[in-house]
């Protein structure tokens, strides 16, 4: 393994982004023939095959993974040395890979904008995706931080808190409950939900809340792929969903969506900052985190209440 080369792994990490080997060298504006001698040079030095060739593209096998795994930490460690070098220079320079689940998306940009005012020399590359999309870009050392509603279990990580995250359940504004106060559990449990896929943050947290409601867990509604999917089937008349509060600021500001008075709504849950634990902070992470700290509870969506002055919590 002596032989190995900072370009070999740098083709190798291309092929399992793109798949393929003319896209990974699109993206490292090489040919498709450098490609192909990288990896045939790499597979020879290992002695064993890194890829399977599958009609849906390249593969990684057994060996590939590990190998893989190697040249993600070696592109991390350089990636740091760069940082760290920029720090000496001096100047509050370098650049942060952010990652942000797809309903961050709604403050992520004015988050952005609000540090680049502060730090015009740090640049940021936003990531949006899934909480698995999210969760499988820091497993790759794809972002430095994520921004998520709940850390990941399967992955060691540092986590802070750095803003409240209420979710709700919404309705069409002229919906027969709209206007009633206190609804049930065993009320809302008979409306036609419209759910986020399996595993996602805003899907578990409703299948906590009707665990008691076991009728309801086996069928618990019509999944869509996306928050704003979500909210035009609920305009449409569709059904009810349980969303994000940061999510619908437009549409109560319209007057489209209305939050409904669901006794033990809205469930309060929390904003954290995730990064690897096996990587240390360079100084780009270490500024964007200490202002998401101080100030990133600012630029959050503000989401005007629907329900009586009593607290929720008060209600059960």
Known sequence: ?????????????AIER??????????????????????KQ?????????????????????????????????QERLYMLDEE??????GQRGTLRLGAVSTAKYFAPRLIAAFKDRHPAIQIELFVGNRAETIGALHKHSVDIALMGRPPADLKVKASVFGDHPLVIIAPSDHHLSSRREITKSEIAAEEFLVRESGSGTRISLEIFFADVPTKLDNLGTEM??????????MAGLGVAFISAHTIEQELQLGRLAILDVVGMPIRRQWFSVS???????????????FLTQQGPRYLPITPRTY?????SNRR
């Open 276 to 290: 690897r634990a096996d990587r240390a902070q360079s100084p780009a992470m270490g500024v964007f985190q200490e």
């Open 308 to 312: 009586p002055a009593e607290s929720v």
């Open 225 to 234: 792929g996306s928050n704003e999917t979500i909210k035009q089937a609920v």
């Open 18 to 39: 793109t798949q393929k080997i003319s896209s990974a060298a699109k993206e490292l504006g090489l040919t498709g023939p450098a490609i192909t001698l990288q990896l």
């Open 1 to 13: 393994m002596k032989n190995l080369t900072i370009r070999q792994l740098r083709s190798l990490i």
């Open 85 to 90: 070098l920029t720090a000496f220079k001096g």
């Open 42 to 74: 790499l597979e020879e030095e290992v002695g064993l095959p890194l890829f399977d060739r599958t009609p849906e593209g390249m593969r990684p096998t057994a060996a590939g993974r590990r190998v893989l795994e190697a040249a993600h930490s070696v």
